[in-house]
């Protein structure tokens, strides 16, 4: 058989082995289970960590001490980031429930303000009568659920806030090389390395819900790492060359990096709402045990919270001094209307000018003066003239 022959006769050959290959994964019946095939993997479902979930689940002794309601609300992604292809958002956008995910693993008590359609249906349901009561029996008609005044828990407190960044190539490096013979036909290869760092970011708030005040404001990002390694070699054999290559390549997963951030916000807004001890738990934030901040992080924050609180202190001695130094102002201004006792009688006022016409006159400049600054009469209510008084608490 002549090389011509041998190459059309292989073609056929190589697709009739495919086809019978293939047969025995995919058949155009389907089997008793209802299936054309079997689906690959075996992997199990298991529940979804973060190194601060186990510290999550240690607070749940302190916060059933407590019974504070928490909502949700939005927690959205704010960075804008679409794929290329237009196929969707870069991030996760159910970072609000992942932080119910949190402060269940925590113990604390959640009412749903996320989701209220299905409640708010119930309710039209029951307006109309047409919902019957939870003692209703299967068979005949019952009597029609009521609504009762105060019958849904309101919230103490509420989390809101939203994904805020995402970085790309924050830093990256890489290397790589080509080698081999010099001749036409020899050997050649080649390999590269390359390492890349992304992060994303994320701000949380904790509202008090009967007075709207903030009470807890954490900013919080994740750096995230991802590599590639690749090596080829190509090489002629006689009448044939081969073209082999291999690689690995890895990136930390995103959305993971946004449910840790989400937790460890989670962990220590509900350690300071509780007020749950630093070293309660072994992954707490404040102790040497945290999975994932470094020996720097502490340092840095512990000596800053220090001097802010000294700061602080001082601007409060400060502030004392400050009425000291109003009453000097305030006995320099009495100064001037004493009668000096070495001034001589000529320096007083004319007997022509009665005291009655005087005080006239300075009554009409007060008023012209309060015609040109109408909101005069707030900056001298101490009777000093010093500017606006007040402060927001």
């Given at each position: ?193 390359s390492l890349y760092v992304m992060n994303v970011g994320l701000d949380l708030r904790l509202v008090d819900t009967n007075t709207l005040q903030v009470v807890d404001v ?176």
């Amino acid at each position: 058989m002549t090389s011509r022959g041998r190459k059309y006769l292989t073609r056929p050959i190589v697709l009739i082995a495919a086809g019978i290959a293939l047969s025995g994964c995919i058949s155009t019946e389907p089997d008793q289970t209802g299936r054309y095939t079997a689906p690959i993997g075996g992997s199990p479902v298991i529940s979804n960590e973060t190194p601060y979930s186990t510290a999550l689940r240690c607070m749940t002794g302190y916060t059933m001490q407590r019974p504070l309601r928490v909502a949700v609300g939005q927690i959205a992604d704010y960075t804008g980031k679409n794929e290329s292809d237009n196929s969707g958002r870069k991030l996760t956008q159910g970072a609000a429930l992942m932080a119910m995910s949190a402060l269940s693993k925590a113990g604390v008590r959640l009412v749903e303000r996320f989701d209220t359609s299905v409640a708010e249906m119930e309710l039209k349901y029951a307006n109309n009568k047409l919902i019957g009561g939870s003692d209703q029996p299967q068979n005949g008609p019952g009597d029609y659920r009521r609504i009762m005044a105060g019958s849904i828990p309101g919230s103490d407190y509420y989390l809101v806030g939203g994904i805020t960044e995402l970085n790309f190539n924050i830093r990256s490096q890489g290397a790589n090389g080509d080698g081999g013979q010099t001749t036409t036909n020899g050997i050649k290869g080649s390999a590269s390395a390359s390492l890349y760092v992304m992060n994303v970011g994320l701000d949380l708030r904790l509202v008090d819900t009967n007075t709207l005040q903030v009470v807890d404001v954490i900013s919080y990002q994740k750096q995230i790492i991802g590599h590639q390694i690749q090596a080829g070699v190509f090489d002629f054999m006689g009448q044939t060359f081969f073209d082999a290559s291999v690689g690995e390549s890895a990136l930390e997963p995103i959305q993971l990096a946004v449910r840790s951030v989400v937790e460890r916000a989670v962990l220590e807004m509900t350690s300071r709402l509780y007020r749950i001890p630093a070293n309660a738990c072994a992954s707490n934030l404040d102790t040497e045990a945290d999975p994932l901040a470094d020996a720097s992080d502490r340092a840095r924050r512990q000596p800053a919270q220090a001097v802010t609180y000294q700061a602080e202190a001082s601007q409060a001695r400060s502030y004392q001094a400050e009425p000291s130094q109003t009453r000097t102002y305030q006995s320099q201004t009495q100064q001037p209307y004493q009668a000096p006792a070495s001034q001589p009688a000529p320096y007083q006022a004319p007997a022509e000018q009665p005291a009655p016409r005087r005080t006239a006159m300075k009554q009409e400049n007060v008023n012209d003066q309060a015609r040109q600054d109408p909101y005069r009469w707030y900056s001298n209510a101490d009777a000093n003239g010093s500017g606006l008084r007040g402060g927001v608490n």
